[in-house]
Structures are given as C-alpha cells and as structure tokens.
C-alpha cells in the first residue's frame, strides 16, 4: 500500500512559478513510477508529467513541456512538479500517482495510487 499527498498549491499569478510536492509513505516508492495529473472543473483528468522507476525518464504532456519540471528525492520518498511561467489555462486540482509499472505510463488507469490532490489557481 502506498499513501501519497500532495502539497505546495495556491494562488499565483499568470507567469508565476510554484512548486508542488508529493509525499509517499511506504516501501515501493522507488521502484514506482510517478507521475502528475490534473483536473480542472468540468474536465476530465489528464497526464502532466511523469517519472519512471527505472532509467530516471521523464515525460511530459505538450502543455507542459518547457515550463513544468518533474523530479524525484527518493532517500526522502518525494515527487516534485516545479511549475514555471504558469497560464490560467494551469489552473486545476493535481494530482500525485503512484504506478507499478517500471517505464512509461501516461494513463490514468495505469496508475494504481492517488492523492487527494491540491489546488493550484492561476490569476490573469
């Protein structure tokens, strides 16, 4: 069983920056793939970024990719999404997932872990 939660959320400015984190509890958490999610109201959930158990590889969704960093601490069982030059189009629910799968995963049901998730808004 892993439990994961999320933290770092808030209100920022379109341009601005944040920086969420995850928090796992339990033993597999270096031999999972994790990944971030976010959903906004109305939306379904989608795939932000992700990083692999093994190879150290990273993926990102097109809206992302240049602007959110992902990265692992797993001596201290942590996700990381740093979030540069946000747009409102950000704004969302995200969410921290813990995967069994060793390499890629992008989908939501690839995914067998959950946090509660934590708001991040972003003013025009």
């Known amino acids: 069983q892993v439990q994961l939660v999320e933290s770092g959320g808030g209100l920022v400015q379109a341009g601005g920056s944040l920086r969420l984190s995850c928090a796992a509890s339990?033993?597999?958490?270096?031999?999972?793939?994790m990944g971030w999610f976010r959903q906004a109201p109305g939306k379904e959930r989608e795939f932000v970024a992700a990083?692999?158990?093994?190879?150290?590889?990273?993926y990102y969704s097109d809206s992302v990719k240049g602007r959110f960093t992902v990265s692992r601490d797993n001596a201290k069982n942590t996700l990381y999404l740093q979030m540069n030059r946000l747009k409102p189009e950000d704004a969302a629910v995200y969410y921290c997932a813990a995967s069994r799968r060793l390499y890629v995963a992008k989908k939501t049901d690839e995914y067998d872990y959950w946090g509660q998730g934590t708001q991040v808004t972003v003013s025009s």
């Open positions: 990083f692999s158990a093994i190879g150290s590889i990273t």
């Open positions: 339990g033993r597999t958490f270096s031999s999972s793939t």
